[in-house]
């Protein structure tokens, strides 16, 4: 079946960039989206922004001017970038696909198991 | 923004008995809604979207109702591992899926 896992960096300084990338096995990226999310500790969720597998893209507008998602068809993977991090960006961040249907709308019924973040110097 | 508003933030509930969940948002979205339910130290499970529908392998015990602002999140009997967080999203505002604060259930 199909199955995420996000990898990268598990610190990252502040003023850095946050790197992530969601691996996407036993299935295609294409014709869906691809969503990040993230929750700090002992917080609640956080939309971040999704893919769609043709590329365009669309980011929460609190997060818009540091955030870049992108992906790689052939490798079957898709990224986060954050720039200019600071220990608000501490997080749990998950990827997630997100199915589309007419009716019914948007919803991430697959999720990886989150990486862990920490923004420290 | 689209604020999402859930109430109660924790709610005290007996094995066996109903739990009724809310969620508000502070404007219309249609039927644009989800439910998730998570445990500690796992990611999040899809049950509800589109305001009613059970994702796959959803036991029947979940329900949802709503639309427009005023959503609601049923489980019918509480089963043990019921006892979680419990998140409503809106994805009619396509610039920015929001969530709400979330529900804990716990074991009363």
């Known amino acids: 079946q199909v199955q995420l896992q996000e990898s990268g960096p598990g610190l990252v300084k502040p003023s850095e960039t946050l790197s992530l990338t969601c691996t996407v096995s036993g299935g295609s990226i294409r014709n869906y989206y691809w969503s990040w999310i993230r929750q700090p500790p002992g917080k609640g969720l956080e939309w971040i922004g999704y893919?769609?597998?043709?590329?365009?893209?669309n980011y929460n507008p609190s997060l818009k001017s540091r955030v870049t998602i992108s992906g790689d068809t052939s490798k079957n993977q898709f990224y986060l970038k954050l720039s200019s991090v600071t220990a608000a960006d501490t997080a749990v961040y998950y990827c997630a696909r997100t199915e589309y249907d007419i009716l019914t709308g948007y919803y991430s019924d697959l999720w990886g198991q989150g990486t862990v973040v920490t923004v420290s110097s | 923004e689209i604020v999402m508003t859930q109430s109660p933030a924790t709610l005290s509930v007996s094995p066996g008995e109903r739990a009724t969940l809310s969620c508000r948002a502070s404007q219309s979205v249609s039927s644009k809604l989800a439910w998730y339910q998570q445990k500690p130290g796992q990611a999040p499970r899809l049950l509800i979207y589109?305001?009613?529908t059970r994702a796959t392998g959803i036991p029947a015990r979940f329900s949802g109702s709503g639309s427009g602002t005023e959503f609601t999140l049923t489980i019918s009997s509480l089963q043990s591992e019921d006892f979680a967080v419990y998140y409503c999203q809106q994805y009619n505002n396509w610039l920015a899926w929001t969530f709400g604060q979330g529900t804990k259930v716990e074991i009363k």
């Open positions: 893919l769609y597998y043709s590329g365009s893209t």
């Open positions: 589109g305001a009613s």
